[in-house]
């Protein structure tokens, strides 16, 4: 069966029946416009082509909710476009839907989101590919300040036909706990794993980490979130005569975001992604970062 049949598939089992719907919100939504610059899209290492290039990001995020009287029920639909300036046809688009479940102090949701012709390259020419991916988790609350989750999300990835040896199913689990430092700071902790199995065994990878994060909302208009996050893999199946023998990876990144509302719905979407690459495989060591400015506006 196919990823994206699958996933069609899981959300229908979380329909909730027309009958049991006592209350429904008014559909709510966001969409937003960003410009900004990526400085080495490849995210590569000396050696090794890695140009810059501006970015137009255009996003549209809409939901709906129903209280059945006990639980209430979220819908969500969602849908992106990145436009690349400076590398031959790496624009790409992406869509998402989900349902979301809570009951008391449990969450749980489960979601479905396709990226199509991303782009990444190991020799500086662009390789493409199909990314689906199936996600859920469970979250729950001990109290006013903590709360726990579990995430699991599977990926297909799906690749050229010349470059078939890379596709794999990856499996990723984190576990998060949160606690409020205040009204208005939070503080998230998790652990990181994961597993991809790819067709050709010099693309299969094992991995773990974690990430500390921290959010906060000064007032009603401004809400930020910054993240670090480190990510040890190893690729313990390739031969020895494959560059990815005995290869070891360190990613760290660091992310940023800064949403400010300066007229009732109209606001200031500023984001910051860096991340740097320490690799056994000397291409592999890099660092990259993506910076991104615009307007959104919520309805």
Do not use: C
């Amino acid at each position: 069966m196919s990823r994206i049949r699958l996933g069609i598939l899981l959300l229908a089992t979380l329909a909730v029946p027309a009958s049991t719907l006592v209350e429904s919100e008014p559909w709510q939504g966001e969409v937003g416009l960003l410009y900004g610059n990526h400085d080495n899209f490849f995210f590569r290492g000396a050696g090794s082509p890695a140009p810059s290039s501006d970015l137009v990001t255009g996003y549209l995020r809409l939901e709906k909710t129903w209280d059945t009287g006990r639980s209430d029920w979220t819908f969500e639909l969602g849908a992106d476009a990145v436009a690349v300036a400076d590398v031959d046809a790496a624009d790409y688009e992406g869509f998402e839907l989900g349902v979301e479940y809570k009951r008391g102090r449990a969450k749980a949701a489960l979601g479905y989101s396709a990226l199509l012709n991303r782009v990444f390259s190991e020799s500086g020419e662009a390789i493409f590919f199909d990314q689906a991916t199936i996600d859920f988790w469970w979250r729950y609350s001990l109290g006013e300040r903590w709360w726990i989750r579990a995430r699991f999300k599977s990926e297909d990835w799906d690749f050229d036909l010349l470059e078939d040896d890379r596709d794999a199913d990856v499996g990723k689990l984190s576990l998060t706990a949160r606690f409020a430092a205040t009204k208005k700071l939070g503080i998230r902790v998790s652990y990181l794993a994961e597993d991809r199995d790819a067709i050709g065994p010099a693309n299969n990878r094992t991995g773990d980490g974690f990430e500390l994060a921290f959010e906060g909302a000064p007032n009603e208009q401004t809400t930020w979130f910054l993240r670090f996050r480190s990510r040890d893999r190893d690729y313990e199946d390739a031969a020895p005569d494959d560059r990815n023998f005995r290869r070891s990876d360190t990613t760290d990144e660091i992310n940023f975001n800064l949403r400010w509302t300066f007229v009732r719905q109209l606001g200031l979407y500023v984001r910051n992604n860096y991340r740097s690459g320490d690799s056994t495989r000397v291409d592999r060591n890099y660092t990259g970062n993506v910076v991104e400015a615009g307007l959104f506006y919520s309805f």
